[in-house]
């Protein structure tokens, strides 16, 4: 069982936002499917109205998510955040001096005695990197194991919100619609954070990453870039990992030489050009590989996919 509490809330009395329902929304919708459109979590979303999204309503909702035994429990919310010398919140509608919303500390808390076996928290808020750090300006972060924590910026920064919608979540959304995919299309909260950190330059937000896990749980998946069946025979093109598959005019099919065998052979080695694992030698292109003789070779990420199979691990 994997479930996903979704939180979004434009409106608060000093500064309103104009894209968090709209954010929450779309990670929703895409959090419910895999991109085959198989089942993946149970998704709550909660943005009001009709509900208000109050302190009670947000801290229950957080509870009943990381309360059982489950898979997975994620929680994403993009809104309002606020620090003080007592640690971050998540600001909630009824929010005001002294008592501002959920604490960071509190959620904390929640998520490490939770019994669910991986738990993801996201944060589309300013000072969201105040989360997993409960000594606020401590860089150690307490994180049980199984916890990881992806936020849009350090504790002590805005997070900006550029045509409605927020910079961290717009990232997100193009990181889970596929950015974010390994070749096998797996995504996971590592390959989001390594998707978001490319996007954002030096200047810009930091996105902040926090985890404590012996492996990186799947978060949503994809069709594969190269199908299993065809991955598998990376193998069979190379006897090893240093090995070089000779080509010649007979692989490429519009040679009058062509041969069937070689030309599915060729297709093969092309598709795993295209993804990085495989690069001709003295030659700009596969074709010109073929044509005239050369060959190819695997790539350091062509070693480790080749590894994979050898292991019988794909």
Known sequence: ???????????????????????????????????????????????????????????AAIEELFSGDSDMALLFFAGHG?????????????????????????????????????????????????????????????????LSVLTASRDSESALEKNGSGVFTSLLCDALQGGAADLRGNITPGSLYAYVDEALGAWDQRPIFKTNVTSFATLRRL???????????????????????????????????????????FKDLQKFQSVGLVVPVDAEFMYFAATNSKSCRLTALGYQYWRLVSEKKL
Do not use: W
């Open 223 to 265: 069709n594969p870039k190269v199908p299993f069946e065809t991955l598998r025979r990376i193998t069979q093109y190379f006897s090893s990992p240093d090995a070089e598959h000779k080509l010649d005019p007979s692989y490429e099919d519009t040679e009058p030489s062509a041969e069937p065998t070689k030309v599915k052979i």
């Open 82 to 146: 606020y620090v003080k010398s007592t640690g971050g919140y998540l600001v909630t509608v009824d929010a005001k001096k002294y008592d501002e919303g959920v604490s960071m500390d509190e959620i904390l808390k929640v998520a490490n005695d939770s019994k669910a076996r991986n738990k993801v928290v996201m944060l589309d808020c300013c000072h969201s990197g105040a989360m997993g750090s409960p000594a606020l300006g401590s860089s150690h972060a307490l994180l049980s194991e199984g």
């Open 1 to 59: 069982m994997r479930k996903a509490l979704i939180v979004g809330i434009n409106d608060y009395l000093a500064s309103p936002l104009t894209g968090c329902v709209n954010d929450a929304t779309s990670i929703a919708t895409l959090l419910e499917t895999h991109g085959d459109g198989s089942p993946n979590f149970g998704v709550r979303l909660i943005t009001g109205p009709p509900t208000q999204v109050t302190r009670q309503v947000l801290r």
